[in-house]
């Protein structure tokens, strides 16, 4: 699953240098996630940064995009080029 920041969202600006993949970005009123960039750091890290820094806790999994471990490395993988 991609993640979702939701209207919690404090917009600190701690979570949008933290992504690998740069899928955070600010929206109209909120920090947003692009679901197609998202892989929640599967192939970066062992958990997913934007969670790990985020001091509301406003970012949980996307139930509309649901995905599988293998298909976020596949993710990963055609991102960074190595697909």
């Known amino acids: 699953m991609a993640l979702l920041i ?3 969202c404090i917009n600190c600006d701690v979570c949008e240098p933290e ?3 740069e899928a955070i970005y600010q929206g109209d009123e909120i920090y947003e996630i692009a679901s197609n960039l998202c892989t ?3 192939g970066h890290y062992e958990e997913s940064q934007c969670v790990e820094v985020c001091p509301v806790d406003c970012i949980i999994l996307n139930p509309d ?3 599988t471990e ?3 490395m596949t993710k990963y993988k055609i991102i960074t080029g190595q697909a």
């Open 6 to 8: 939701t209207d919690e």
């Open 19 to 21: 992504c690998p993949n």
């Open 40 to 42: 929640e750091c599967v």
């Open 65 to 67: 995009c649901e995905e």
């Open 70 to 72: 293998e298909q976020l």
